[in-house]
T-cell receptor, first 112, second 113 residues
Framework: GQNIDQPTEMTATEGAIVQINCTYQ??????LFWYQQHAGEAPTFLSY????GLEEKGRFSSFLSRSKGYSYLLLKELQMKDSASYLC?????????????FGAGTRLAVHP | EPEVTQTPSHQVTQMGQEVILRCVPISNHLYFYWYRQILGQKVEFLVS????????KSEIFDDQFSVERPDGSNFTLKIRSTKLEDSAMYFC???????????FGPGTRLTVL
């Protein structure tokens, strides 16, 4: 079966750091993606990991451990505009045409 | 920066009617997808399309659904006879040959009454 788990909600303070975890159990693995989704809008690509380790992109970093079926998204220097849902998605098979399987998303609220 | 576009942004229809949702993928992309998101739920895969044929479809994508790339730019999703439970946000996405990333359009909110 396919299962992707992430916390439902998190809150954090402006300027702080927050880590959003994702665990997955899928029949195959060929990459893990993080997307940001503001309410009523489309998912926007944030980061992609296919090998173990940390990928850093400005204020956002993402980590992957394939042996543990675990990833996290780290957001630094939080801003109010970072209040959104963060979606963890796994691609089960290699090849650009292959589907993404999404978790339910983590709703992050950033407060002053 | 190139982006995926979708029309209409909002479609209201009566149960049993046919709807066509339209997408223009990023111009040099070769892989196309439709996903849907029922309000408050997760994004779900419907269908992927490559080289003018369906690559994969989910169990949601039954005989009431079809996809087409009628010309070099548009990619459409047709629902033949809409049901109340088809009410959702429908997202088109595309992916290029040299990239592993799927880019999403702004979505069409479909409301079936």
């Amino acid at each position: 079966g396919q299962n992707i788990d992430q916390p439902t909600e998190m809150t954090a303070t402006e300027g702080a750091i927050v880590q959003i975890n994702c665990t997955y159990q899928t029949s195959g693995f060929n990459g893990l993606f993080w997307y940001q989704q503001h309410a009523g809008e489309a998912p926007t690509f944030l980061s992609y990991n296919v090998l173990d380790g940390l990928e850093e992109k400005g204020r956002f970093s993402s980590f992957l451990s394939r042996s543990k079926g675990y990833s996290y998204l780290l957001l630094k220097e939080l801003q109010m505009k970072d209040s959104a849902s963060y979606l963890c998605a796994v691609r089960g098979k290699a090849g650009g045409y292959n589907k993404l399987i999404f978790g339910a998303g983590t709703r992050l609220a950033v407060h002053p | 920066e190139p982006e995926v576009t979708q029309t209409p942004s909002h479609q209201v229809t009566q149960m049993g009617q046919e709807v066509i949702l339209r997408c223009v993928p990023i111009s040099n992309h070769l892989y196309f997808y439709w996903y849907r998101q029922i309000l408050g739920q997760k994004v779900e895969f419907l269908v992927s399309f490559y080289n003018n044929e369906i690559s994969e479809k989910s169990e949601i994508f039954d005989d009431q659904f079809s996809v087409e790339r009628p010309d070099g730019s548009n990619f459409t999703l047709k629902i033949r006879s809409t049901k109340l439970e088809d009410s959702a946000m429908y997202f088109c996405a595309s992916c290029g040959l040299a990239s592993d990333t799927q880019y999403f359009g702004p979505g069409t909110r479909l409301t079936v009454l």
